[in-house]
């Protein structure tokens, strides 16, 4: 009888870290996903700039012209 200090706990296995959540590392380890999310986004991202084509030119200016490597040869009206 009494006031507790162990109770049960099943061992189970999760990605997020089971009951206690806690990892030692987690200021590093989210770190290092942000870094590879934004290198991964900017891959994909420099890439569509790359081929992003348009057949007929749009009627009002669109943000990716901006960045995109063939707006002047697909739009001959921008600037």
């Given at each position: 009888?009494?006031?507790?200090?162990?109770?049960?706990v099943p061992k189970?296995?999760?990605p997020a870290g089971g009951w206690w959540p806690t990892p030692v590392a987690w200021k590093?380890?989210?770190?290092?996903?942000?870094?590879?999310i934004c290198v991964v986004s900017s891959l994909i991202f420099?890439?569509?700039?790359?081929?992003?084509r348009?057949?007929?030119?749009?009627?009002?200016?669109i943000p990716s012209q901006r960045?995109?490597?063939?707006?002047?040869?697909d739009d001959p009206s921008l600037p």
């Open positions: 009888m009494g006031g507790g200090g162990w109770y049960y189970v296995w999760s590093r380890n989210t770190a290092v996903c942000a870094f590879g420099k890439v569509s700039a790359e081929k992003e348009r057949p007929i030119p749009p009627y009002k200016h960045w995109c490597k063939h707006a002047k040869e």
